[in-house]
Each structure stands twice: as structure tokens, then as C-alpha cells.
């Protein structure tokens, strides 16, 4: 199995301050066939089902603000939110698709500063 | 767009093999573009994927479950299912239907749209 470790485990920032978060895979999520990283992010606010906010590492779903943006290849990943507003406290995962098992990060938990 | 919506028995006792059901609507089951998926979540705690099953009943399995899962399709009533046998405490969770996005000759990709949950207890 690709064991994804996400860092911090929680994180406090200043509201419009930027907000980093990391995540590590333990092999490559980078086809070289397609060279596209299967790798997407999550946010799950307080009681309510997780929602995808990027896919193959960097591509924003529809609807989800830009100030959130995803980076990196390979192994290791960061998603970037560039100026935090208070709706965005919540958990954040990061999820590899490049097997099965398909597998999350343990998440990390975003606070207002 | 898709809109999932799980059923299921709230609370079953050890050792019985509940089943939940996965209502799609928005869309049909039978899309050559989706497979469809189960993840759990334990009160407090991360995500796990259950599996994932095509309209066609192709399906991937988490091997760490993969003994004790069961998933099923039903497209005549646009759903699919899960039954959960032998459970314990440790199947307490807040279960999440899911769909996604599927090329063919590939492996369906990430998670693109989730119901809101069901959790089932598991409790004497």
C-alpha cells in the first residue's frame, strides 16, 4: 500500500495570512506514461462529508476559490491556501488514486490563529 | 450534477452483516464515466476506502476488508450497495457512498462527488 503522511497534523494561521500544508507519499504517484500525479485534496469542514478541492495535484475543481492551489510531483506535495479566511477551517487529506488501495493522509487540522 | 445519498440501519449488532444503500440521482449509474465507491470514516478519526464498483459489477476491494465486503450494483433502481459481514466495534463508522471518474483501461481516479453519510454503530 502508498502510505501518505501529510505535516503538519494541525495548523494555526492568521486570517489572510498563508496557510501550507504537506504531504508525502511513500513511492512515486507520477505516471510516466501520462506524466499526471495521482494525487487530489480534500477539505472536510465540521460535520459534513469531505469535499475534492484539487485533483492530479494541481488541476482546482469547479467552483473551489483560487486562493487554494496544489503543487509538487512524485512524492511530495504541498497544497497552498494563499490568504485564509475564517470558512476555510477545517481538516484537510490528501488521497493518492495512482493504486488500489486507494489511501488518505491522516488529515490536518486547520485553526484560525 | 450527481447527487448520492446513502441508507442504512444505524445501529447492528456484533457479528451481523449489515447492508447500506447508495441512492444516485442526477445522473445514471450505468455511465460508462463513473465507477462508484464506499470510504469510511470512525468518529474522530481519518478516511478509509471500502471499494469500488463498475455499473458492468467490476470491482476493486480495500484487501484489508476485502475478506468480509461485499459490493453490488442494482441499475434498474440507480443504486448500488455494501454489506459489511461479521462486524465489530471497530466497523463503527460514518459511511460515505462516492463516485469516480473512470477512464477506460485505467483505475477510477479520485473521489469527485460524496454523499452526506450514514453512520452505523456497532453495539450489543
Known amino acids: 500500500d502508498i502510505v501518505m503522511t501529510q505535516s503538519p497534523d494541525s495548523l494555526a494561521v492568521s486570517l489572510g495570512e498563508r496557510a501550507t500544508i504537506n504531504c508525502k507519499s511513500s513511492q512515486t504517484v507520477l505516471y510516466s506514461s501520462d506524466n499526471k500525479n495521482y494525487l487530489a485534496w480534500y477539505q472536510q469542514k465540521a460535520g459534513q462529508p469531505p469535499k475534492m478541492l484539487i485533483y492530479w495535484a494541481s488541476t482546482r475543481e469547479s467552483g473551489v476559490p483560487d486562493r487554494f492551489s496544489g503543487s509538487g510531483s512524485g512524492t511530495d506535495f504541498t497544497l497552498t491556501i494563499s490568504s485564509l479566511q475564517a470558512e476555510d477551517v477545517a481538516v484537510y487529506y490528501c488521497?493518492?488514486?495512482?493504486?488500489?488501495?486507494?489511501?488518505f493522509g491522516q488529515g490536518t487540522k486547520l485553526e484560525i490563529k | 450534477q450527481l447527487q448520492l445519498q446513502e441508507s442504512g440501519p444505524g445501529l447492528v449488532r456484533p457479528s451481523e452483516t449489515p447492508s447500506l444503500t447508495c441512492t444516485v440521482s442526477?445522473?445514471?449509474?450505468?455511465?460508462?464515466?463513473?465507477?462508484w465507491g464506499w470510504i469510511r470514516q470512525p468518529p474522530g478519526k481519518g478516511l478509509e476506502w471500502i471499494g469500488s464498483i463498475y455499473y458492468s459489477g467490476s470491482t476493486y476491494y480495500n484487501p484489508s476488508l476485502k475478506s468480509r465486503v461485499t459490493i453490488s450494483v442494482d441499475t434498474s433502481k440507480n443504486q448500488f450497495s455494501l454489506k459489511l459481514s461479521s462486524v465489530t466495534a471497530a466497523d463503527t463508522a460514518v459511511y460515505y457512498c462516492v463516485s469516480q471518474p473512470y477512464t477506460s483501461g485505467e483505475k477510477p481516479y479520485y473521489f469527485d462527488y460524496w454523499g452526506q453519510g450514514t453512520l452505523v454503530t456497532v453495539s450489543s
Open positions: 488521497q493518492q488514486y495512482y493504486s488500489d488501495p486507494y489511501t
Open positions: 442526477g445522473g445514471s449509474i450505468s455511465s460508462s464515466s463513473y465507477y
